[in-house]
């Protein structure tokens, strides 16, 4: 009897694990798994001073995304901020210097992806 219990039980275990597998290979939308930056970019990467670059983004599994940037030389010029913005967009910006922008991703429970950041070169 209990082999029997044993034998039907793993064999349910398994069966919702696979389900649990195949599920997990559909596309998915939203919260629910794993939070990721799917991309980010600066373009373009090289500009002149004061000429626009586009900041890119899109995540996944995230509530809203930050973005921070400042010198990529160390100076006295402190660090610009931009939180609670959508999991997906864009934003100009206009760079003096070289910059580093850096986004992070944030669910409901907290930051919640590692940094990613990009450079921006300017002339």
């Known amino acids: 009897m209990k082999t029997n219990f044993l034998l039907l039980l793993t064999l349910i275990l398994v069966t919702a694990a696979a389900l649990g ?11 629910g ?10 373009t373009p990467a090289v ?14 599994g995230t509530a809203s995304i930050s973005l921070e940037w400042g010198p990529a030389h160390p100076t006295s010029q ?11 967009g864009t ?12 986004l992070r991703c944030y669910t409901v429970a907290g930051p919640m992806c590692l940094p990613i950041s990009e450079t921006v070169q300017v002339k």
Do not use: C, I, N
């Open 91 to 102: 934003m100009t910006v206009l760079p003096t210097a070289d910059t580093v922008y850096e």
């Open 33 to 42: 798994f794993s939070p990721e930056v799917v991309t980010f970019t600066a």
């Open 78 to 88: 402190g660090l610009e901020l931009h939180a609670g913005l959508p999991s997906a």
């Open 47 to 60: 500009v002149h001073a004061g000429q626009p670059v586009t900041l890119k983004w899109e995540t996944r």
């Open 21 to 31: 597998v195949m599920r997990t290979q559909a596309k998915h939308q939203g919260l």
